[in-house]
């Protein structure tokens, strides 16, 4: 910046981001030498001086007057301007055909000294406020045709107008960019927005209630394609129910047929049980004891000392019965001649009593009474011999039907078995 002698009339603290309204940064009285440029100004602001006779000369960034010359033309001041580009926003009320509403215009500026001398001369220090009158002073007459909720059409009148004129600011050496916007004032912008939120309200109900509508339609088709779907999963499952009943059913008959079925052939069984033990225990016990050793055959030595022993009291019983009416004086002789011929009888049976598998004489027929041998003499034809009743090998004439068990041999060389006094070689007959 050049280097005066004497402090400025005029300066305002700007640097190259300030926000200016004036771009006169300084004013400075100067004496025939008060000009000494030790250094430069700023590149983007320019030099104005001022003569004695009321002319203005204009020295442009980067060009700047020397002393000698300062001195030789003498000036007598010297306005410092800013050059650069400054941004404004304002907003301006334009009116419309009723005074009880206003538009509300919001500027954008950017403005701009390009003619610093004519600057100066205007004498100006408030540039937005000169640009916004003089826009302000354009449109109101344009504006004021239209009415408040038109304000578009305003809008358009106004960019139309203004865009016939002069640039604002260009009669004091500016260079300006603007925009203009119209729009209503708060109030009607307010009640508008209500209006707008009824209208979004009602269409928002309308809309409701007519989704609403198919909404419910939606639902109830859907409501009986369920029920449609219960009822039919009812009646199948109805269906699978009833067949697994009767299946149940006929599972229940066929198990009760089985059943007795099982219970009559139990019947059964247990009636051919009882006639088979009761015709063998009818036949007496040897074939009770061969029927036990059918099924257990190791018990056969057991069976055949039972069985001996069974037989030992038979024959000790037979023999305790004929002694007894032999020797008994107790009746007549009439009366005692069956007895005693039975008596006899059950003695001869004894003599030709034999074990099982020990080999026996020729049995002694039992003597016969007078009216016996007449009784076979008549039975039988002259010249033939009585029958003679011989026992089968290995059978007993005491138990008759009685079989040796399976695996016994009863042939006459076949080792007899013993009991405990059989060790001694002792038989009894």
């Not at 954008?108 to 009158?133: E, M």
């Not at 067949?243 to 247990?270: I, K």
């Not at 598998?357 to 039988?380: C, F, M, N, T």
């Not at 090998?393 to 399976?406: A, K």
């Amino acid at each position: 910046m050049a280097d005066f002698r004497r402090p400025p009339d005029w300066q305002q603290p700007a640097d190259r981001h300030t926000s200016l309204i004036d771009p006169v940064i300084t004013v400075r009285q100067l004496s025939r030498f008060g000009f000494a440029r030790k250094a430069l100004t700023r590149i983007d602001h320019a030099l104005v001086f001022s003569t004695a006779k009321g002319e203005y000369e204009t020295y442009l960034p980067p060009l700047r007057p020397g002393r000698g010359e300062v001195a030789a033309r003498r000036y007598t001041a010297v306005y410092e301007v800013d050059m650069g580009i400054h941004p404004h926003r304002a907003e301006i009320s334009l009116p419309s055909d009723n005074d009880a509403f206003e538009f509300i215009a919001t500027v954008d500026l950017s403005w701009q000294v390009v003619d610093p001398s004519a600057f100066v001369q205007g004498g100006h220090r408030d540039v937005p406020t000169l640009l916004l009158g003089e826009l302000q002073q354009a449109t109101r007459s344009l504006t004021r045709q239209f009415a408040i909720h038109d304000s578009a059409g305003a809008e358009e009148q106004a960019l139309r107008g203004l865009a016939d004129r002069p640039s604002p600011g260009a009669s004091v050496g500016l260079k300006v960019i603007w925009t203009l916007r119209l729009r209503r004032d708060q109030q009607d912008i307010e009640h508008q927005r209500r209006l707008q939120s009824i209208g979004h309200t009602s269409a928002e109900q309308i809309r409701t209630e007519q989704l609403g509508m198919a909404y419910d339609i939606e639902l109830d088709r859907r409501t009986r394609q369920q029920d449609a779907f219960q009822v039919e999963r009812a009646m199948e499952y109805g269906r699978r129910d009833q067949e697994l009943v009767l299946q149940r059913q006929e599972w229940q008959q066929e198990q009760d047929r089985l059943r007795a079925r099982h219970e009559a052939e139990l019947r059964e069984l247990d009636a051919e049980k009882i006639a088979f033990y009761q015709r063998y225990l009818e036949e007496g016990g040897v074939v009770a004891w061969a029927m036990h050793l059918a099924s257990n055959q190791q018990d056969s030595r057991l069976v055949l000392n039972s069985m001996r022993e069974d037989q030992l009291r038979l024959i000790q019983a037979k023999m305790e019965l004929a002694r007894e009416l032999l020797s008994g004086d107790n009746a007549e002789d009439y009366e005692l001649e069956s007895p005693k011929r039975l008596a006899l009888d059950a003695m001869h049976e004894i003599f030709n009593q034999h074990l099982p598998g020990i080999p026996g004489s020729q049995p002694v027929p039992p003597p016969s009474s007078p009216s016996a041998e007449a009784r076979l003499a008549k039975a039988d034809p002259p010249g033939s011999a009585p029958e003679q009743v011989v026992p089968t090998e290995g059978q007993d004439s005491t138990f008759p039907g009685w079989r040796p068990p399976p695996g016994y041999d009863t042939s006459p060389s076949a080792p007899t078995p013993k009991r405990d006094g059989d060790e001694r070689g002792d038989h009894t007959s």
